[in-house]
């Protein structure tokens, strides 16, 4: 993954983090029913930068979200209170990148002296219930009801977070919090530094773990155990004489007879997304594994109608088709697949050595 890094925002963001916002004002996520026009959000962003931290996380250089703080309430008696708020791109949510903006946000709002964090959330958002949840945030009561939009009532869950501690009893007058261009600038850099440590480090981390890996791998590629299980079921039938990824196929089929112009795919469920397992897929890296998914389709159809349109006839096999217990019935489904197919070539009627030379 590319690495993104976080930084402070400035005036001069309003354009790229107003277009990340807009799209969000057709849905109930905001109750803002018309986007602010660029002059609007820029005296919006300059107003929050007089009096709290704004963030803007950036990928090459390109804002892909951003995350700030303002106030709750207008009256100053709220002054130890922030209200939270956070904007990602489309496909940049489920990389754990809100996680760590929010994380750093709290953190230099707690350098300013502000003692509470609230996040408003309009229900349903499993998304951001979620990424408050994870940052031990609780819900303190559900506004029912809250504001009319898109045709329909909607709840807001209030969520807050205490980030400093405050005493139980006595009334000794609490300092005012600073506004964040007070804030020690090293120590804010401080912040930011261990923020974006782990950005690097959740990009250069392996896309999946080591025992997802050797999951995944034990069904990729050729000469594969669920290919080898179809090619012993094929012998035991009386039907050697195949050829393995043959090449002079359109898609280079797993297992082919050229003779009978019969093509055999064996396909992992995880890797070619079986219909019927219906496999969840990695929850980070999502636009990664979406991307590779989509390429593994689009490609395997493109094989099937190659391979018709020059009159093959395809079978498809998946991995759960040759578990211990759908072998028996594989096996029959097989055989009558090869009775029906036409008879072999002069070629094939003589054992190969398709086994020893794959690709031939």
């Not at 709840?155 to 919090?177: F, H, S």
């Not at 000469?223 to 043959?246: A, I």
Request: proline residues 6%; charged residues 25%; positive net charge.
């Amino acid at each position: 993954m590319e690495a993104i890094q976080l930084r402070l925002a400035t005036a001069q963001d309003a354009k790229a983090m107003l277009d990340i916002y807009s799209p969000y004002v057709g849905t109930p996520i905001t109750f803002e029913t018309e986007p602010p026009t660029l002059k609007q959000y820029t005296q919006r962003l300059e107003d929050a930068l007089s009096g709290y931290p704004v963030l803007v996380a950036t990928k090459k250089q390109a804002v892909v979200g951003f995350a700030y703080a303002h106030k709750l309430d207008e009256y100053a008696a709220y002054q130890w209170n922030a209200e939270l708020s956070i904007y990602l791109a489309a496909r940049q949510g489920r990389h754990g990148l809100g996680t760590v903006m929010y994380r750093a946000l709290l953190d230099l709002l707690k350098l300013q002296g502000i003692r509470r964090a609230f996040g408003r959330v309009t229900l349903p958002n499993a998304a951001s219930m979620r990424l408050h949840s994870k940052l031990k945030f609780k819900q303190t009561w559900v506004q029912k009801k809250a504001g009319w939009k898109n045709g329909r009532w909607h709840d807001v869950a209030w969520m807050e977070k205490q980030l400093i501690p405050q005493p139980e009893k006595g009334d000794d007058a609490p300092g005012a919090p600073m506004t964040f261009l007070a804030v020690d600038p090293e120590a804010v850099n401080d912040v930011l530094l261990k923020a974006n440590a782990q950005l690097e480090k959740m990009a250069t981390k392996p896309v999946v773990s080591a025992t997802t890996r050797k999951c995944m791998q034990g069904n990729k590629g050729a000469n594969t155990k669920p290919e080898q299980v179809v090619r012993t079921m094929l012998r035991d039938m009386g039907y050697p004489g195949y050829r393995l990824q043959w090449k002079a196929a359109p898609g280079r089929p797993d297992i082919a007879y050229p003779g009978r112009k019969l093509a055999i795919f064996v396909n992992g469920c995880f890797w070619h997304r079986c219909p019927v397992c219906n496999l969840p897929t990695p929850q980070s890296n999502v636009e990664y594994w979406e991307a590779k998914f989509k390429r593994n389709v689009e490609r395997d159809a493109e094989n099937r109608a190659a391979l018709e349109e020059a009159g093959w006839t395809v079978v498809t096999l998946w991995e759960h088709d040759l578990k211990k217990d759908a072998r028996p019935q594989t096996s029959r489904y097989l055989y009558e697949v090869m009775s029906l197919a036409d008879e072999p070539s002069a070629a094939e009627t003589t054992s190969s050595k398709a086994d020893s030379k794959s690709g031939n």
